[in-house]
């Protein structure tokens, strides 16, 4: 199995159908983004689209954010989903090794991520790379009525 990780560089019809594969097996409320969502995020300055092709088939995704705020360079993993068939391969450790060397890169000191707690299989995998958990709270306003 091979694994090669890459920065999406536009929204082609195999990447419109990698997220609508990809999607339903990370969010059962959200729905996959429009090709033209897709354009945005990956021409937008502060968004990295990372795509994992494994034997030449994009099976994972990421996304990395990466923002100046006055404090420095901050940088988030999201939306970090890998296709039920390759999990277990290590196509999860090899998008966040990635991300992480791309955050790097761009400035950032840090990178922070959140994932639900019933996702088993990838806090273990974040805390496998290195990524503690933060004495914080999160919150979150919903602007949908």
Known sequence: ???????????????????ARLIPQLSKSSPP???????EMIAG??????????????LGTLTLITFRI?????????DVVVDDAARGHGVGDKLNRFALDLAKAKGAKTVDLTSRPSR??????????????????????SLEA
Do not use: C, K
Request: aromatic share 8%; charged share 25%; hydrophobic share 45%.
């Open 70 to 78: 006055p404090t420095g360079v901050r940088a988030w993993i999201e």
């Open 1 to 19: 199995m091979t694994v090669e990780i890459q920065i999406a560089d536009e929204a082609t019809p195999e990447l419109v159908a990698a997220f």
């Open 120 to 141: 088993e299989a990838a806090n273990r995998l974040y805390q496998r790379i290195g990524f503690q958990p933060r004495d914080t709270n999160v919150y979150r306003f």
């Open 45 to 58: 300055d502060a968004s990295d689209m990372l795509v994992a092709r494994v034997d030449g088939v994009i």
């Open 33 to 39: 983004p429009t090709e033209a969502e897709l354009t």
